[in-house]
């Protein structure tokens, strides 16, 4: 079976790549809203330390997420509109930022408030910066505001998929389905 992405349609580890993140991503919100409801205690602590695992993952997958995408040819855009392909193009660097950007700020935060990532009990990262309460508060404000720029570019992302899915009627995201169907 062919790994690699055609000029018409995405290869299994791109879409591998892309379905499990996109399950993690929905994870994180869930925890991420979740943990911040709970009050201050053992149950609040462990679901910290589950999103902060959960994030390092999504690290680590997207840097090897944009290896790959570097290394292989991806399909032609199916849209032939110059400024829906710029649009495109734009939101899904925007997106590639976001994931490595993201849980660095986390990771950044965690060291700032003198908690080091211990990364599912199997190994901790070292401190990125020295304790700094100041600046602990600014990241996780940046945080906090880039988790709505996430949530901003995934809706149009997703409003994206299904104009061409129902609107255009075209493959666009057929193609990115793990089993293609009346390509
Ligand atoms: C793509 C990856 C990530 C996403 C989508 C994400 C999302 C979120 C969300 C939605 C919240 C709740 C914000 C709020 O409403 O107050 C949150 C909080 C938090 N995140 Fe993440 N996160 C990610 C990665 C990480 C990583 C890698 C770490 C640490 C290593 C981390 C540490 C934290 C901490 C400590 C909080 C609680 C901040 C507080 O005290 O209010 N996050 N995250």
Do not use: C
């Not at 055609?6 to 993690?24: N, R, S």
């Not at 959960?54 to 032939?80: D, K, N, Y």
């Not at 495109?88 to 950007?101: P, R």
């Not at 994206?160 to 293609?180: F, G, Y």
């Amino acid at each position: 079976m062919a790994l690699r992405s055609t000029q018409t349609g995405f290869g299994p580890v791109t879409k591998g790549f892309h379905w499990v993140m996109a399950i993690l991503i929905v994870l994180m919100f869930a925890i991420g809203w979740y943990m911040d409801l709970l009050p201050l205690g053992l149950e609040k602590l462990a679901w910290i330390s589950r999103h902060k695992s959960i994030g390092i993952l999504i690290l680590f997958l997207a840097i090897m997420r944009i290896i790959w995408r570097i290394s292989e040819q991806t399909p032609m855009p199916v849209s032939r509109n110059r400024w829906e392909i710029a649009v495109a193009k734009l939101s899904h660097l925007a997106l590639y930022g976001v994931l490595i950007v993201m849980p660095l700020t986390g990771w950044l935060m965690s060291s700032a408030a003198n908690f080091s990532v211990s990364v599912f009990g199997l190994f901790t990262l070292p401190d990125m910066v020295a304790p700094d309460p100041a600046l602990f508060e600014t990241l996780r404000t940046v945080h906090w505001a880039l988790s709505w720029g996430i949530v901003g570019l995934v809706g149009l992302h997703v409003a994206a998929a299904l104009k061409h899915h129902v609107i255009n009627r075209d493959v666009t995201l057929r193609r990115m389905l793990p089993v293609v169907k009346g390509k």
